[in-house]
């Protein structure tokens, strides 16, 4: 059986549990689950801190596990990045009173406050800062105005906690951080995680694309194509009018309203749209 871990709160955790039940996993769980077992799938899915969940799976109690890359880089295990699941982005960044600091350098001999010692004291030694660092469980943003740090270094989405902390942000960011699943590191190969991964796959796929099904005169095909181009390649069929064709691809989501744009001007008709479910490619 395998046993997979996911985050049990924070911004991670109903995208985590969302992508899994698009996955086929997790059709009959509830928000406040400690323990699922999945029998269907042969899985068995923990609900743990997310900073804890690296450190299971780097230990070998649990065979994979969702979590930050963040949370995976602070926490020192002997776990690696599987699969970047394209959710939950944030950066950790420095952050200090306005015009207190203004390069790195300056941060010599200063208090940083922070939840995540293991990145920052990697960052300060990369770049020959001597600092000392205040290790807080959480809300490090007020530790300026409270007087127990000179600068925090925090993991922010948009940095409009630490704006309102009446901080500033300092340089360019230590770290930028996504929702992964992770391994342990020296992993033997497993069909059951081959698979795990193959269906988040289809998942990410299905989310990013779209199919687009349109006609188009036969002697445009090849300039229709060029827009959609499809992964391999577009499906081409004939049609009962030998003068035309009818094509389907996958095209980005993001792009789609455009490529229709194009090939309605190209001749295009008939142009369709079609949301993807799952895919495997």
């Known amino acids: 059986m395998l046993r997979v871990a996911l985050p049990n709160k924070g911004q991670l955790a109903e995208p985590s549990r969302e992508i899994l039940r698009e996955a086929g996993y997790l059709r009959a769980s509830a928000a406040r689950d400690l323990v699922v077992q999945d029998p269907d799938n042969d899985v068995e899915f923990f609900f743990l801190r997310p900073k804890d969940i690296a450190i299971y799976v780097g230990e070998g109690t649990l065979d994979l596990g969702i979590t930050g890359r963040d949370m995976l880089l602070d926490s020192g295990a002997e776990a690696v990045e599987l699969v970047e699941l394209g959710f939950g982005g944030s950066t950790f960044r420095l952050a200090a009173a306005p015009g207190s600091v203004r390069v790195l350098a300056d941060l010599s001999g200063l208090r940083i406050a922070t939840s995540y010692p293991g990145i920052l004291t990697a960052y300060l030694r990369d770049n020959d800062v001597q600092a000392r660092i205040v290790r807080l469980d959480g809300a490090v943003e007020n530790a300026v ?23 500033e942000v300092v340089g360019e960011p230590i770290l930028v951080s996504e929702a992964l699943v992770v391994r342990r590191s020296g992993a033997p190969e497993d069909a ?58 996958m095209v980005p989501r993001r ?27």
Do not use: K, N
């Open 255 to 281: 792009d789609v309203h455009g490529i229709m744009d194009e090939l309605y001007e190209l001749g295009a008709r008939g142009i369709l749209v079609t949301a993807i479910h799952a895919s495997r490619l």
């Open 145 to 167: 105005r409270l007087g127990v740090a000179d600068a925090v270094a925090d993991v922010v989405a948009t940095g409009t906690t630490l704006r309102m902390a009446g901080l």
């Open 192 to 249: 059951a995680v081959d698979t795990f991964v193959r269906r988040l796959h289809g998942v990410m796929v299905a989310r990013s694309y779209v199919l687009v099904d349109y006609d188009i005169r036969a002697d445009q095909v090849d300039a229709a194509c060029a827009i959609t181009p499809g992964f391999e390649s577009p499906t081409v069929s004939s049609l009962h009018d030998p003068a035309w064709v009818a094509v389907r691809a």
